[in-house]
């Protein structure tokens, strides 16, 4: 007999998850339950039982998506994590997917991108879009543990404090201002390190300064 897996809803918008729990349950999933916040899942996860998936909004009260993320992926990591937002922002990815989430997804997204994403993520542990790649989740989240990083590039020290501050948040704007260089020049870094490191997103280079170490998890 097969278990009808479960997923969890957090969202601070009622009728989006009122609608959202109406069709996860026409795919055949069991809603476990709902939550408004990450304060308000945190204090549901500890006296129920754990859920297969949730579906996690970034932009909430009292616990954001981002620090819910990180809560779950060091106290639940068992638990799959597909992040809702309303924008495809690359900054918020790349957070969300730092912090643990092994999917991202727009929520205008339609319903059958919604069943691909909770497919894949219980059959592969992750999903891929348009927007991120299986192959950055795979390395993010560890999921590659037995394939070898490759051979670092030799960067020069200006390549290397572009690197990091890639991984911010910042703007490429904000990012010219700490490295006292304008705005033009930043441009020349990125496109340069498209180029050296065979990457073409600024998402790409963030996953080479994860998987060579210039940054952290």
């Not at 922002?89 to 999917?103: S, T, V």
Request: aromatic content about 6%; overall charge negative; some cysteine.
């Amino acid at each position: 007999m097969i278990t009808q897996l479960s997923v969890a809803l957090v969202d601070d918008h009622a009728l989006l998850r009122n609608g959202l729990a109406s069709l996860i349950r026409e795919l055949g999933y069991k809603v476990l339950f709902e939550c408004g916040n990450g304060d308000e899942l945190i204090k549901t996860l500890s006296s129920n039982a754990d859920p297969d998936i949730i579906l996690l909004d970034i932009n909430m009260p009292k616990k954001d998506g981002y620090e819910t993320a990180l809560w779950l992926k060091s106290h639940k990591p068992l638990i799959k994590i597909l992040a809702l937002s309303m924008y495809d922002d690359e900054a918020a990815i790349i957070k969300m997917l730092k912090n643990g989430a092994g999917g991202y997804i727009l929520k205008d997204t339609d319903p059958s991108e919604l069943k691909r994403a909770l497919e894949s993520l219980t059959i592969k542990g992750y999903y891929y879009s348009e927007m991120v790649t299986g192959r950055l989740i795979h390395s993010i989240n560890n999921i590659d543990d037995n394939i070898e990083s490759k051979t670092k590039i030799i960067l020069s020290n200006r390549e290397t404090d572009f690197l990091k501050l890639a991984a911010t948040e910042m703007t490429y704007k904000e990012i010219a201002d700490v490295m006292h260089v304008s705005p033009r020049a930043v441009d020349g870094y990125r496109e340069f390190l498209f180029e050296k490191l065979d990457v073409k997103s600024r998402v790409g280079l963030v996953l080479y300064a994860i998987k060579s170490g210039l940054v952290k998890l």
